[in-house]
């Protein structure tokens, strides 16, 4: 692909939910997406949902999109084969989104479905993307610990966008309102897994606390909220067998609160 061709550049969107209010916006990282998209030279952008129309989308749209494709279906349908099936009729040579949803049951595995089942690469954490020549793509991807990768990937590929991307830029109300959600009839495939899982409010974690200390002087007190307390009461299990080991592990769950007596097996 030479620098002077039309890049065609899909970009998968969901509806997201605000973490504090819960209502419905546009996902943080598919929109992260869509700005990188937006922020490349000579590009052709089309927005594609797969699930039910939500006013949230039009969030997107005020990001300077004209229309979305939504590819209509039930809360329980398997949105996978529907996106596959539609990439593969539009043949992008890019195709950007999120790393997870922000709802349902966001296990982050779709992107590595979709590209799974087109056979392409797919880059994970991606930061930026510049365009080379002959469809070579420089990607930065992001690591641990605040470091970075430069990749060089061939199109067609899949990147999901890491939450240090540039931040989205802000939707306009005007064009939010004209842009056109267009919904497409798709057979919708029931996901039977989903059937057998159970959704739960998310709790937190329970924490170590250390014993308080009495400090007399203010160097003292200074010393004991700075420095890191040393890990104490630990067990080496070097020689024991796996059943040991697994009690063992299983004895500290219950006593950190991770487990209750009454957990299933």
């Not at 419905?24 to 594609?48: I, K």
């Not at 539609?86 to 040579?93: E, F, K, M, V």
């Not at 430069?150 to 890491?162: C, E, Q, S, Y």
């Amino acid at each position: 692909m030479s620098l002077d061709k039309q890049l065609k550049i899909r970009v998968l969107v969901s509806v997201g939910q605000h973490p504090k209010s819960g209502r419905e916006r546009r996902a943080d990282q598919d929109s992260r997406a869509l700005e990188l998209a937006l922020a490349m030279p000579a590009a052709t952008v089309s927005l594609l949902h797969a699930g039910a129309e939500s006013p949230a989308l039009r969030e997107y749209l005020g990001m300077g999109v004209s229309a979305i494709e939504v590819l209509k279906q039930s809360a329980q349908a398997d949105v996978v084969p529907a996106l596959v099936q539609a990439l593969r009729q539009d043949s992008p040579d890019l195709v950007l989104c999120g790393t997870r949803a922000e709802t349902g049951e966001a296990s982050g595995m779709t992107p590595y479905l979709i590209a799974n089942a087109l056979g392409w690469p797919l880059v994970p954490a991606v930061v930026s993307i510049q365009r080379g020549a002959d469809g070579l793509f420089e990607i930065l991807q992001a690591l641990p610990r605040g470091q970075r990768r430069l990749l060089k990937v061939r199109t067609p590929f899949v990147a999901t966008i890491d939450p240090a991307a540039a931040a989205a830029r802000q939707s306009a109300f005007g064009p939010a309102q004209r842009g056109q959600l267009r919904s497409v009839a798709v057979s919708s495939a029931v996901d039977a897994a989903a059937n057998d899982r159970e959704f739960t409010p998310a709790r937190k974690r329970p924490k170590r606390i250390a014993a308080a200390r009495k400090a007399t002087t203010a160097a003292e007190r200074f010393k004991a909220a700075t420095v890191k307390s040393a890990n104490k009461g630990g067990q080496l299990l070097v020689k024991e067998t796996a059943a040991e080991k697994a009690a063992a592990i299983i004895e500290l769950l219950l006593a950190e609160g991770v487990l209750s007596t009454d957990s299933p097996a």
